[in-house]
């Protein structure tokens, strides 16, 4: 393994992972250095954008803490992050579809019982939203665990807040013996995802737009089926068709409507796919 | 661009970069999503993995200071860097060639006269060095700027040390008005790059050694002439043929030769291209 030049060079790194326990870790590995070497051959790469490209990875690494995940969102606008959940989600016809999980999660969410008010002080106009959660072939699921959370009406979600007391608009509730859930919670409204780190220069340098139309987030887990990991769109919003991390799916716009006193209205039913039918 | 599948998303992606003002971005951009959506097409990437490979990006951004760079660390150990290097550096016969920058290079190095010692204290066995800065056609160059750093005999760079006074073992010289160069310093020993990190983790898990064969870093600048940026390799050493970012050319390779006094000599001379006659 001397004198590599720009075709041999891939061989031998593939040649160097020949070892390596774990056949899928290897067969990753060696798809990973062939088409990394290819993009790098394919545009003839210079020292200098390599360079750049070094301190590209850097300051998305730096950006990343407890709450904030520049790598998913760099993941998510280039379309990587929905790519693999459309790869990993073939579900039968009629089960709800899943999007992209996004940055904004936290394992650490308060417990709420149905009917409460999830917003937790999170600033918004006032919403109901309900549903059931049913299996594919109707029946509905009970003690579903369902977790939810949304950005506020200034597109902020509580972990972009620096001195927050306790978290907002999100939390974990359960479906009730009907497989009933509801909630009160804000009106969901379109926001730009964070743009002052590494993704934001990228937006920007593309003279692309960081918005995401209104949505709610949605994590739907029961015993024997597979769990959805989605979002529920606003209808008419005006991002729908350039939703910055490509996740906009037909079948998951609803109508938030507007009722005689001012609050919002969302109805919505989520269909888990059995374990057993999986594709 | 909804509904976009696994199959659909690439072209989205690509179109999103359509009104990209700097036509190499757009390029770069282009062939980027193509070949990254490619690899987790091949892989089937599955959406656990997605996560772990978020996880390592973050931590290897989040292992680098201004004294560690773990991406370029990456790169190297990848084959990219030396296929960056290969790729835009076809030099005439007869330069020098070039190889890896490693991630230990500063760009504040100490300023040193010919005949210095630039170990500064570094430990290890004593070492003259000397050779001289010509052109491809045989002329010698002047006052060539010359970098030069190395390991020491515990093989670490000096920035690997927390609490070191000054610099050791790189240093700033310039060539006489003959175009000769020379210095004292440590012979430059067999080492393993840092393994406590991402990469360490990559080379444990594919088996392979974290050892690079003993060399002496040079970047020798001079008006007229492409920067060469290279090392010099110490013959028989037993990482010749596995150095762990694939770096040894037969022609950079020299022999360190023990004189009677116990200390060690090395010449070598270097050839730089000027910039009329790039390849």
């Given amino acids: 393994m001397r004198n590599l030049n720009q075709h ?34 394919d545009v003839k ?29 760099l993941s998510d606008c280039l379309g990587l992050s929905m790519l693999t959940v459309a790869m990993n ?26 009917g409460d008010d999830v917003a937790n002080g999170a600033i918004g106009k006032p919403c109901f939203v309900k549903g ?12 579903a665990l369902i977790n939810v959370w949304q950005a506020d009406a200034d597109g902020n979600y509580d972990v972009q807040y620096a001195h927050l007391a306790h978290p907002q608009a999100r939390g974990i509730l359960h479906s009730d013996a009907q497989g009933k859930y509801y909630f009160k919670t804000i009106l969901a409204e379109a926001y730009p995802i964070p743009s002052d780190g590494p993704v934001g220069q990228m937006l920007r ?11 709610l987030h949605f994590m739907v887990e029961a015993p024997g089926h ?4 989605t979002h529920v769109f606003r209808d008419h919003d005006q991002y729908l068709d ?18 005689d006193d001012g609050t919002y209205l969302l109805e919505y039913d989520f269909v888990l796919n059995p374990t057993a039918a999986k594709a």
Same sequence: chains 1, 2.
Avoid at 13 to 27: A, G, M
Avoid at 93 to 108: A, M
Avoid at 205 to 215: F, I, V
């Fill in 226 to 229: 597979e769990r959805l990991i």
């Fill in 242 to 259: 350039s939703d910055v991390v490509f996740g906009v799916r037909s079948t998951l716009i609803a109508d938030w409507t507007e009722q």
């Fill in 45 to 73: 790469l210079t020292e200098e954008e390599w360079l750049n490209g070094i301190n590209y990875l850097t300051a998305t690494g730096q950006m990343c803490d407890a709450k904030r995940q520049e790598f998913i969102l």
């Fill in 8 to 41: 041999t060079i891939t061989q031998a790194v593939i040649e160097r992972f020949s070892n390596t326990p774990d056949p899928r870790l290897k067969e990753i590995l060696n798809s990973l250095v062939k088409h990394l070497h290819d993009f790098a051959r």
């Fill in 89 to 114: 989600n073939d579900k039968p016809q009629g089960c709800t579809e899943p999007t992209v999980f996004g940055p904004f999660f936290l394992e650490e969410a308060p417990q709420f019982n149905l």
């Fill in 205 to 215: 340098a593309t003279k692309n737009h960081p918005w995401r139309p209104a949505h």
């Fill in 132 to 143: 059931n959660i049913k299996s594919l072939d109707g029946t509905p699921i009970p003690n």
